[in-house]
């Protein structure tokens, strides 16, 4: 099986800065894309940001220019550096790993699976 293990998250302020970190374990052999994606409550789960095993990236508008997504595939980690943070900002945020590819050479399954979720505040 595979998990994904989220940290970082908090209250700050608006203006401020958080960063968050997602560890996946288990028996990898790789992951194709990992990513971001947050709930504010009422609304539906979107994509924050996304990156694939070879650094190409994609953003929601709304975070384009105060979020950069980055990944160590050795660690199989993936990273969130949120400034300037907003109210709006406020959601739980979860990690995703999409095309994770785990077992052995000869014996392997793929899978997409999602971290607990780590909840950010943003007060104004």
């Known amino acids: 099986q595979v998990q994904l293990v989220e940290s970082g998250g908090g209250l700050v302020q608006a203006g401020g800065s958080l960063r968050l970190s997602c560890a996946a374990s288990g028996s990898i052999i790789s992951i194709d894309v990992m990513g971001w994606y947050r709930q504010a409550p009422g609304k539906q789960r979107e994509l924050v940001a996304a990156i694939t095993s070879g650094g190409s990236t994609n953003y929601a508008d709304s975070v384009k220019g105060r979020f950069t997504i980055s990944r160590d595939n050795a660690k199989n980690t993936v990273y969130l550096q949120m400034t300037s943070l907003k109210p709006e900002d406020t959601a739980v945020y979860y990690c995703?790993?999409?095309?994770?590819?785990?077992?052995?050479?000869?014996?392997?399954?793929?899978?997409?699976?999602w971290g607990q979720g780590t909840l950010v505040t943003v007060s104004s």
């Open positions: 995703n790993a999409d095309r994770v590819v785990a077992g052995t050479s000869v014996s392997y399954r793929y899978f997409n699976v």
